[in-house]
């Protein structure tokens, strides 16, 4: 277990440490002590202490404890009784939920993006292929009239209307299945879209094929083949990871911390 101390030098003297935005002080130390986690300023092992969180940041005991109430429920901080807050490996977080993603989005987005995309090649196509099965006319309709605004959005080069678009794109086709599982991962989808955009990953004008492709999932789903769905999603999660390989390419599959 790592050296009791306050807050670990790297960590108090990090820019982002200063709590300038007070409009709401429970989101604003919530997302600096996760972001200190996933960077590892806040190391696994370290133990701090609440006082020590209320002192540097100049915030009640009330506050803190909400944040920290937060923070063991995504597996990153437990309580040790006489101890202090002991600050968990990356094995123990919620890697999915969507507070983890921004954070590691933030402080190690190669590595995150990465390891999201291959989630989505793994299962997108699979969720296609469930939504030509078993989605209903409605939603259907909906899929098809979502990419068809990516189509006039993209070719406009309105990146947050595209943007809005697609991801309600792929949430629909997440849900159209049935499988509640599936659904359940539209947050990430949305994490991982907004993600590559705001990291400039996204063209203005997103390539031709990309906005057929979306257009044949929606098409597919229509027409209940799933083979033709899965093959255009397929398509659709592929590109996106070639297009992106070159900013994880010196990324360590297993990183030393």
């Given at each position: 277990m790592g050296e009791e101390n306050q807050i670990p030098a790297e960590a108090a003297d990090s820019p982002k440490s200063s709590l300038e935005n007070r409009g709401?002080?429970?989101?604003?130390?919530?997302?600096?002590?996760?972001?200190?986690?996933?960077?590892?300023?806040?190391?696994?092992?370290?133990?701090?202490?609440a006082e020590d969180l209320r002192a540097r940041y100049d915030v009640s005991l009330s506050v803190v404890r909400e944040v920290v109430r937060v923070l063991e429920s995504l597996g990153m901080l437990?309580?040790?009784?006489?101890?202090?807050l002991v600050v968990l490996a990356m094995s123990e977080w919620m890697l999915l939920d969507p507070l983890v993603i921004r954070w590691r989005m933030t402080e190690a987005p190669a590595r995150q993006l990465r390891s999201l995309t291959e989630l989505r090649v793994a299962i997108e196509p699979e969720a296609?292929?469930?939504?030509?099965q078993y989605a209903p006319a409605e939603a259907a309709?909906?899929?098809?009239?979502?990419?068809?605004r990516m189509r006039a959005s993209?070719?406009?080069?309105?990146?947050?209307?595209f943007l809005e678009a697609d991801?309600?794109?792929?949430?629909?086709?997440?849900?159209?299945?049935?499988?509640?599982?599936?659904?359940?991962?539209d947050t990430v989808i949305g994490e991982i879209l907004a993600g590559r955009t705001g990291a400039g990953l996204m063209p203005k004008f997103p390539h031709p094929d990309a906005l057929q492709w979306h257009f044949d999932v929606a098409d597919a789903i229509g027409g209940q083949d799933p083979a033709r769905a899965k093959d255009a999603m397929a398509k659709i999660v592929a590109k996106a990871?070639?297009?992106m390989g070159s900013v994880w390419a010196d990324e360590p599959r297993h990183p030393s911390n």
């Open positions: 709401n002080l429970h989101e604003t130390l919530r997302d600096q002590v996760g972001q200190d986690i996933v960077s590892g300023r806040l190391a696994a092992g370290t133990i701090i202490k437990q309580p040790i009784r006489r101890v202090g296609a292929g469930l939504a030509a309709e909906e899929i098809m009239g979502l990419a068809a993209g070719r406009q080069g309105d990146v947050e209307a991801v309600e794109f792929h949430r629909a086709v997440l849900g159209a299945g049935g499988n509640e599982l599936f659904a359940a991962f990871d070639a297009e």
